[in-house]
């Protein structure tokens, strides 16, 4: 629990930072017009800045459920022992207190040792925050292409191809892409894993 309670700290600062960049992309394309898609096909003009401002509210409900997630889960379960509690004589509620468990011990000595619905909650959002990065993804690549010609990836975030020097593919994009399908996995394991205990 203080590993995942730390590594959630850590991907909420990634999602600000995300937030941060993605406000500051907003804020200079107020009056950046482009069309505005359904699918594929060209629907209405937006800005730019309305179009960020999509994924800004993902990243924002992202960052929402991995809070709820570190609320819920914030419980010690010290004293837990193997299964039906422990002889040592623990103060459980300063235990709690002192490594920062803002909602005490746990209330039941088995479901603190087995409890792993944290995990379950901690990659469901993982894999929701992966979807999200996907989509981006998908249009930096669709936009990247020859036939939109939106954006020009910087060289250092693509390559080029081995026979066709032309072509500039956007490989940080589609090692996103790709990467979600192992999150995703890991959520499907985990869960199938859990059932049989």
């Known amino acids: 629990r203080l590993y995942t309670r730390n590594q959630i700290d850590e991907l909420d600062e990634l999602l600000e930072k995300m937030l941060r960049t993605v406000l500051k992309i907003m804020e200079e394309n107020i009056e950046t017009y482009m069309p505005g898609f359904t ?5 209405q003009p937006v800005t730019l800045a309305h179009h960020m401002g999509a994924y800004f509210e993902m990243f924002k409900r ?5 809070f709820d997630i570190r609320n819920r889960m914030n419980n ?4 837990s022992g193997a299964l039906a509690g422990t002889t040592y004589p623990l103060d459980r509620e300063l235990t709690a207190s002192l490594m920062g468990f803002d909602n005490g011990p746990t209330l039941n000595s088995m479901d603190g040792v087995s409890d ?3 995990l379950i909650e901690l990659l469901s959002a993982m894999s929701t925050i992966m979807m999200h990065l996907s989509r981006f993804s998908e249009e930096v690549i669709i936009w990247n292409s020859n036939e939109y010609q939106f954006v020009d990836i ?9 026979i066709m020097p032309q072509k500039k593919n956007p490989d940080i994009a589609e090692l996103v892409r790709g990467k979600t399908g192992r999150v995703y996995g890991a959520l499907v394991s985990l869960l199938t894993t859990m059932k049989g205990l």
């Open 116 to 118: 792993r619905d944290y």
């Open 39 to 43: 699918h594929l096909q060209k629907a």
């Open 76 to 79: 010690c379960p010290l004293g």
């Open 62 to 66: 992202d960052r929402s459920r991995l």
């Open 154 to 162: 910087d060289d250092a975030y693509s390559t080029g191809s081995s």
